[in-house]
């Protein structure tokens, strides 16, 4: 049975994810967190349904070894391959995302949205259910980034190739005549500076992590699951590639938002390690 004081599982194909993260932080400041990275695998964006779907489940099943009390799919890739799997799998809440179609069909003023995501997320059942019911007459133009991914997962969010990668990027959507822009992979808002900065100021950029947050946050509390405290929540990550140069690239992506970083190795395969984490009142 899960408590309050549980954590909350959230996964990536890699560290892009963490912008998630610091959307929930920025809500949920005393809530634990357990990140994983499955950057062995990243990145997820090109790899085919059943690979996501086997590793969302190995990724989840380790989380909930971790006594989480409620999943954060932190990835667009992955809901869009394995978000009802996941659910279907597992008793915990899934709170999961996609990109905010929707929301840039209301806020476009000239009709036209541009998407950035991945391969994947852009070829899904889902993303085409998403435009079939939300883009209305909006033309939504779609733009795959891996490059953008790669960077991310190197930690290089500014300097000169960021720069011009990012620029490609946002100018094929601009010269399509988009006015908004939204982020459909989690790991772009790193970006978002340099997204801004290519864009313009009258372009409107979207991204799905603070409303992932808002939803997390009401899910655990009609569960009566919200972390009663005042305290500061710690954050925790695995990842199934290297640990140094982990923690480094998560320095980086989420600067100095928290305090200790505790960074570990996946254990094979994602299996349960010995010990979950405490729980902490
Ligand atoms: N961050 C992910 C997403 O939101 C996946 C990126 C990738 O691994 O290709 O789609």
């Known amino acids: 049975m899960a408590t309050a004081f549980d954590p909350i599982g959230i996964f990536d194909s890699g560290l892009g994810g ?13 809530e634990n967190l357990l990140y994983v990275a499955d950057t062995a695998h990243a990145p997820y964006g090109g790899r085919p349904g059943a690979f996501i779907r086997d590793r969302a489940l190995t990724l989840a099943s380790f989380l909930q070894a971790q006594e989480a009390k409620a999943l954060v ?9 394995a978000a009802e799997t996941l659910r279907a799998r597992f008793a915990l809440p899934v709170i999961a995302m996609e990109p905010a179609v929707k929301l840039a069909a209301a806020a476009t003023r000239c009709n036209v949205v ?6 994947g997320t852009l070829a899904s059942a889902r993303f085409a259910g998403l435009l079939a ?5 909006v033309r939504v133009v779609t733009r795959p980034a891996p490059d953008l991914v790669r960077l991310v997962e190197r930690g290089e969010i500014d300097g000169a190739e960021a720069i011009r990668r990012v620029e490609a990027h946002v100018n094929y959507l601009l010269h399509q005549g988009s006015d908004t822009i939204v982020l459909g992979c989690t790991h772009y808002p790193h970006l978002r500076p340099l997204i801004e900065r290519a864009a313009g100021s009258d372009v409107a950029i979207i991204d799905t992590g603070p409303a992932v947050a808002r939803q997390l946050r009401a899910r655990l ?8 405290s005042s305290g500061r929540g710690m954050l925790r990550i695995w990842t199934s590639a290297a ?3 982990a923690r480094a690239v998560s320095r980086r992506l989420i600067r100095a938002q928290h305090g200790a970083l505790v960074v570990e190795a996946l254990p094979a395969h994602g299996a349960a390690p010995p010990s979950p984490v405490r729980r902490q009142s």
Not at 133 to 137: T, Y
């Open 243 to 245: 640990v140094e140069s």
């Open 133 to 137: 019911r939300f883009a209305g007459d």
């Open 221 to 228: 509390a009609e569960l009566a699951l919200l972390r009663p």
């Open 18 to 30: 963490l912008s998630v993260v610091q959307a929930i932080r920025s809500l949920l400041p005393a």
């Open 73 to 81: 799919v932190a990835c667009n890739t992955a809901t869009a391959a």
């Open 114 to 119: 541009g998407v950035l995501a991945t391969e």
